[in-house]
Structures are given as structure tokens and as C-alpha cells.
T-cell receptor
Framework: NAGVTQTPKFRILKIGQSMTLQCTQDMNHNYMYWYRQDPGMGLKLIYYSVGAGITDKGEVPNGYNVSRSTTEDFPLRLELAAPSQTSVYFC??????????FGPGTRLTVL | DAKTTQPTSMDCAEGRAANLPCNHSTISGNEYVYWYRQIHSQGPQYIIHGLKNNETNEMASLIITEDRKSSTLILPHATLRDTAVYYCIVYFKAAGNKLTFGGGTRVLVKP
């Protein structure tokens, strides 16, 4: 099993550009999550999903959108990139009531 | 807000036990204590969790006080590869599996 995979690993965006961060898991987990981590800080939850077709906001959802059309994929969309969105983004998945498995992260810089 | 208090940093000698404290004085009866760690630049990794009994697995032991207001993660024989930020998280399983990360403890294992 590959676990949780994220693409791209690195990306530089200009202010106002858009992009989609991809996340795929092959563990058949119903729950998937997007976190962001600013330098020296803990992770903050952006959005999460408890199953295909169901998404909900986390602690810091502004400026982001998600969709969950399949169990495996949970893409995160940035519509109008801002410097405040410079961060490392982690995707995670888990079975209900069990631990979360994290991907390797996407390092995003907005200039 | 994170419901836990951890020391900001601590050092440990290689080969010795590392004892990481966590205070969670407002924990409720149905909340679990989870520990994750994050090795530099990687996604967090699950270590162990418990409700009220002490737990042990191949990575660590978790000691929870009888009143459940604090706990200690024990790495029995710390290695250089255990250098990481360790997060203690109080977790209510029914709340959408959502984790709230605080600042964690930065552990440096020294040779």
C-alpha cells in the first residue's frame, strides 16, 4: 500500500493564481482531512470529510474549497492565492474512531 | 483550542528513556489521550493512545494518572531518530475524528 500520497511536493504561486492540491489514499478510509502548518506551529484543520459526497469546515476554511467524489481522493482547491496561504499542507485519512495516517505534505509558497 | 499543556522542549540522551509529560486537566470521561510525533518536515505519525489504562506498543508506553488529568509518554530507549516534535492530543471519538494540535514538545535526542 502506498498509504496517503500528495502532489505536488512543492509549488510556488503568484498572488491571485489558483491551484489544486491532490490527495489520494489506498486504505479505503472513509475519513479524510486537510491541515495546514505554518512555520514553528502545530497543524490546523482546514476541511474534513467523513465519506464520499460529505465535507465540512474545520478551523481555518477561508480561501479554500474541497470536494469528495470518491473514497480515495480528496482534492483541496485554492482559488485566489494570497501570501497568507504560504504554508505546508498535509492530507490525512483514517477509519472511524481510529488513528489518522498523514501524507508527506505539499510545500506552497505564494509570492 | 488545544486542551493540553506540554513543555516546549526537552533533551534526552541516546539510549536512555525519554519521559514526555502532558497535562490535560479538563479532560472529560469519554475523551481519549492520543500521541503523535512529527519528524522534521514529515507528516505526523501516530504513536499510541489510551483512555484510562496504561498502554504499551512497539514504539512507546503511555501512563495515564488515575484522575486522568495528566499523562506521560515514555520512549524506553531513545535513539537519534526519535528527535521530533511530540504532540499530546485529547480526542473525543465521536467528534468527526477531528484532531486539535497544540504546539507540542520538541525533543532532541543527543548522542
Amino acid at each position: 500500500n502506498a498509504g496517503v500520497t500528495q502532489t505536488p511536493k512543492f509549488r510556488i504561486l503568484k498572488i491571485g493564481q489558483s491551484m489544486t492540491l491532490q490527495c489520494t489514499q489506498d486504505m479505503n478510509h472513509n475519513y479524510m482531512y486537510w491541515y495546514r502548518q505554518d512555520p514553528g506551529m502545530g497543524l490546523k484543520l482546514i476541511y474534513y470529510s467523513v465519506g464520499a459526497g460529505i465535507t465540512d469546515k474545520g478551523e481555518v476554511p477561508n480561501g479554500y474549497n474541497v470536494s469528495r467524489s470518491t473514497t480515495e481522493d480528496f482534492p483541496l482547491r485554492l482559488e485566489l492565492a494570497a501570501p497568507s496561504q504560504t504554508s505546508v499542507y498535509f492530507c490525512a485519512s483514517g477509519a472511524q474512531y481510529n488513528e489518522q495516517f498523514f501524507g508527506p505534505g505539499t510545500r506552497l509558497t505564494v509570492l | 483550542d488545544a486542551k493540553t499543556t506540554q513543555p516546549t522542549s526537552m533533551d534526552c540522551a541516546e539510549g536512555r528513556a525519554a519521559n514526555l509529560p502532558c497535562n490535560h486537566s479538563t479532560i472529560s470521561g469519554n475523551e481519549y489521550v492520543y500521541w503523535y510525533r512529527q519528524i522534521h518536515s514529515q507528516g505526523p505519525q501516530y504513536i499510541i493512545h489510551g483512555l484510562k489504562n496504561n498502554e504499551t506498543n512497539e514504539m512507546a508506553s503511555l501512563i495515564i494518572t488515575e484522575d486522568r488529568k495528566s499523562s506521560t509518554l515514555i520512549l524506553p530507549h531513545a535513539t537519534l531518530r526519535d528527535t521530533a516534535v511530540y504532540y499530546c492530543i485529547v480526542y473525543f471519538k465521536a467528534a468527526g475524528n477531528k484532531l486539535t494540535f497544540g504546539g507540542g514538545t520538541r525533543v532532541l535526542v543527543k548522542p
